[in-house]
């Protein structure tokens, strides 16, 4: 037996949402207790309603996010997995990429990877919030032929939004794809894929969108193909070539798929569809008394778009004195507020905006949050830097 986690005041929603809804959880239990056999192989009743529950969790998941053919979207294990596909699949040796400064490790270390094969990769600095200027985007896709403009929609790191639908025209303009993560982004912001313009969109579904770990999604506009990252067996198509099926999704859902995952992603999006405005509503109103608070603690300093501005449910914090590892533990240990100290996967962006040397503590707030879970969690600040 493992003891059972303490009572807590979690703020750490841009790392995974918590807690789940029950409706998540109930059809996370479903998929392995009632539709338990494989999706797509096999036509045998309990093989169709596994099928059943991958196909109306792509539907919903499509509807919420404006794709208009639910094909377009493909189940991956998370953001990761989803931006390794976009990019890889994408960017050839010769390519060139113009790729924001705020950007997680799900991008800059594939970026990385691409780089020792010959993909060149010039960084556009955001400013000290964390936010994009599209009029240095359009300078640097000017300067040289690029391939591809790569931009996240929202920050991890300091909760900026960034000018997503300016800089697909730019990169349009200038015959670029726009490739997308939209781990924050996916349910704490009202997404459409309809209206961005965007070629690509990564999603986490264990964040925003309400799914269990374990599960994303990538949007491929149609017509743009990417090269699979992994072949394998798709429930049908098999023939003698060998070659992986070219139809969509299967083309991009090599192996067996991750049926609670996308059950639980799938009831996460039905919530989202009913209450998400909702929902959104009262996270930002929530987050906003936190970050009023946080910009009232002494010797806290408190990084992102100002208080009024439009912003993701997602802060940082430094102190003059004490360290981000040593106020994320005494937190924790006094008072049971969840909240990550470091650099969050996403040393690009603390570079950006001065915290590289020191990291930060990040405060993110999520559909569960309410407004007594974050005084309670001013207070435990107060107390613990004296
Ligand atoms: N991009 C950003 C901006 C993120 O915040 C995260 C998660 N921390 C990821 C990508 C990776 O997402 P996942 O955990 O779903 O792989």
Known sequence: MTDAPRACVYLDHAATSWPKPPEVIDAVVAAMREQGANPGRGAYAMAL??????????????????????????FTSGCTEACNLMLK????????????SMEHNAVSRPLHALQQ??????VVSADATGTMD????????RLAPTRAVVCQHA??????????????????????????????????????????????????GHKGMLGPQGVGLLYLRPGLEARELTQGGTGGGSSEDDAQPAGRPERYEAGTP????????GAGGRLLAANGAEWRAEEQRVFRILKAGLLELPGVRVYGPALDAPTVPVTCITHDSLEPDRIAFLLDRQAGVAVRSGLHCAPWAHRT???????????????????????????????VLG
Do not use: K
């Open 49 to 74: 309603a596994a099928s059943r529950v991958v196909f109306e969790a792509r539907r919903v998941c499509a509807d919420l996010l404006g794709v208009p053919d639910s094909r377009d979207l493909f």
């Open 89 to 100: 699949g994408l960017l050839s040796p010769g390519d060139r990429v113009v790729v924001s």
């Open 117 to 122: 094969l010959g993909v060149r990769v010039d």
């Open 134 to 141: 599209a009029a240095d985007v359009e300078r640097a896709v």
């Open 155 to 204: 920050s991890n790191v300091t909760g900026a939004i960034q000018p997503i639908a300016d800089i697909a025209d730019i990169a349009h303009e200038n015959g670029a794809l726009l490739l997308v993560d939209g781990a924050q982004g996916g349910g704490h912001l009202d997404v459409d894929l309809a209206t961005l313009s965007v070629d690509a969109y990564a999603l986490s």
């Open 258 to 265: 991750n049926t609670p995952g996308i059950a639980g992603l």
């Open 353 to 383: 905006i001065g915290t590289l040397g020191t990291g930060a503590v990040r405060l993110s707030v999520g559909h569960s949050t309410t407004e007594t879970d974050v005084r309670i969690a001013l207070a435990a600040l107060a107390e």
